[in-house]
């Protein structure tokens, strides 16, 4: 059974950063896209970013595509997002998920029916 694991969340004042990872393991099928979305009670999960699988294509979604940055390690099992000058709008549950289907571009990134694979999510809380 496959396990995300996020990491790298916690509390930060505006115009801070933070790395968040993910460690991934255990799939049963073939991952092809990996993801970072948030989410804030109430609302639904917000895709943020995403990359094929030991692939250097990345998509953003534009409210964090000049503050984020999406990256993977060599093997493809651990996801990072490195975010600069945080916002309190920021302040989320963030999700790292992976998908097995073959479909990472627009926009099949950005639904998150595209991923089969989720972690716990890692709290983001930015204060002014």
């Known amino acids: 059974q496959a396990h995300l694991v996020e990491s790298g969340g916690g509390s930060v004042q505006a115009g801070g950063s933070l790395r968040l990872s993910c460690v991934a393991s255990?799939?049963?099928?073939?991952?092809?896209?990996m993801g970072w979305f948030r989410q804030v009670p109430g609302k639904g999960r917000e895709a943020l970013a995403a990359q094929w699988r030991g692939g250097p294509s990345t998509y953003y979604a534009d409210s964090v595509k000049d503050r984020f940055t999406i990256s993977q390690d060599s093997a493809g099992n651990t996801l990072y997002l490195d975010t600069i000058n945080l916002k309190t709008d920021d302040t989320a549950l963030y999700f790292c998920?992976?998908?097995?289907?073959?479909?990472?571009?627009?926009?099949?990134?950005?639904?998150?029916?595209?991923?089969?694979?989720w972690g716990q999510g890692t709290q983001v809380t930015v204060s002014s």
């Open positions: 998920a992976a998908g097995s289907g073959s479909k990472c571009g627009e926009p099949f990134w950005r639904d998150a029916e595209s991923y089969q694979y």
């Open positions: 255990g799939y049963s099928d073939p991952v092809y896209c």
